[in-house]
């Protein structure tokens, strides 16, 4: 993996982290998780880890900065049906946090 | 061959996904620049067809499946038996994966798009991209469907073609949810079920290794000669050269056998312009320097 494209994935995987830790309900962090378990489906056993001591970001910018994160990575070689699939995904977690 | 229409059917499905507020965009042709959703009837018109589209991507999903999973082997190792329990083994994902694809196509009463529909050009831009889609997939059954097809892909390849399964069911059922309020819309049952056993099945692809060489294999239109006059310069020589290829594919006949005889004249013919030496008379061995005279 390129550095750029491992650079790009731990963007998406630590904003949606966040998103996650920061989600309104049970049900909504479940579905963030499950744009993480996507992501690495897509990336097999090569996902950066996670930095588990500092707090993610937090506030309304967070969900652009992940949808562009997730974006991103389609010019790295991504499957542009997976990408699309994972901002969908992302975007009914959104839908499940709002409620 | 898979790799054209396999790459046709997930870049139209990821146009499909890219578009939401689904409600504005049926109903009207590429013309209207209204924003205003059009009748219920015309979106019902609009929502039969799609699913009828639909129904075609989904037989391709389920043959193709049910004829890899023979090949494929799962990732994941399974968990110890338990003694005093049977020793079933459970289904692994691509097994429940073929069970879902099966239920559903079962379950679903939606006819698969006729020939005229495939064929015919929609004006309304979601439908269009759902055509392309069908179309894509009933192509992709020549490459893929059957066991005649699978048979000879490996189990790494056969693993890439579950893996595309995978995403296309995925994307299925994102756009049944987000599809579920057109006028006469029938959603695919156990949806949540068939989206995780899709997801599992990625999983377990992604921690293998899959070959994506399967996109070279597939049907291939068969490649006829270059009619016409020789053209001129290189080009003719790759006209010629082309022309030959084909004629050596084909069943032998006797221009095969001038042909050899025109590699064997050829051949003998260079041979002698690359030792001019022999042909002229001179020695092998270099001739001696001439004295310089003494001053």
């Known amino acids: ?99 | 061959m898979y790799g054209e229409t396999g790459d046709l059917l997930r870049s139209e499905l990821a146009a499909l996904l890219r578009q939401h507020r689904i409600q504005q965009r049926l109903g009207a042709d590429s013309s209207s620049n209204t924003r205003e959703i059009a009748s219920a009837e015309a979106r019902a018109a609009d929502g039969q067809v799609i699913q009828q589209y639909r129904r075609t991507i989904l037989n391709w999903c389920a043959q193709t499946v049910l004829a890899a999973t023979p090949l494929t082997f799962s990732a994941v190792s399974p968990a110890p038996a338990n003694p005093f329990l049977r020793a079933d083994r459970d289904p692994t994902p691509v097994e429940q994966l073929a069970r879902g694809l099966g239920y559903v196509q079962e379950r679903t009463s939606a006819s698969a798009a006729s020939l005229e529909l495939l064929t015919t050009v929609q004006e309304n831009p979601v439908v269009e991209h759902w055509r392309q889609a069908a179309r894509a997939a009933a192509l992709a059954e020549h490459d893929t469907g059957g066991p005649v097809s699978t048979s000879r892909l490996t189990a790494a390849q056969a693993r890439a073609l579950v893996g595309d399964v995978a995403a296309i069911t995925q994307a299925l059922v994102v756009l049944d949810h987000r599809y579920r309020n057109i006028p006469g819309w029938v959603s695919l049952p156990h949806t949540r079920s068939l989206g995780w056993a899709a997801l599992a099945t990625a999983l377990d692809v992604s921690l293998g290794q899959p070959d994506y060489t399967v996109d070279q294999t597939g049907w291939r239109p068969s490649v006829k000669q270059l009619r016409g006059p020789v053209k001129p310069g290189i080009t003719g020589v790759l006209q010629a050269e082309h022309n030959l290829l084909v004629h050596l594919k084909a069943f032998p006949t006797v221009l095969v056998q001038d042909i050899c005889k025109a590699c064997l004249t050829t051949s003998a013919r260079r041979a002698r312009d690359a030792h001019p030496c022999r042909e002229r008379g001179w020695s092998s061995q270099p001739s001696p320097p001439k004295a310089s005279p003494r001053r």
Do not use: C, F
Not at chain 1, 50 to 67: C, I, K, N, T, W
Not at chain 1, 73 to 81: A, I, K, N, S, T
């Open chain 1, 1 to 99: 993996m390129l550095q750029s494209h491992a650079i790009a994935l731990a963007q998406a995987r630590s904003y949606v982290a966040a998103l996650s830790d920061h989600a309104n309900s049970h049900e909504a962090s479940s579905a963030y998780e499950q744009v993480l378990i996507t992501l690495d489906a897509v990336h097999g056993d090569q996902s950066p880890g996670l930095d588990d001591e500092r707090p993610g970001p937090a506030g309304d910018g967070v969900l652009p900065a992940a949808a562009a994160a997730i974006k991103a990575l389609e010019e790295h070689g991504v499957d542009v049906l997976w990408v699309e699939l994972i901002l969908a995904i992302l975007e009914d977690a959104r839908a499940l946090d709002a409620r």
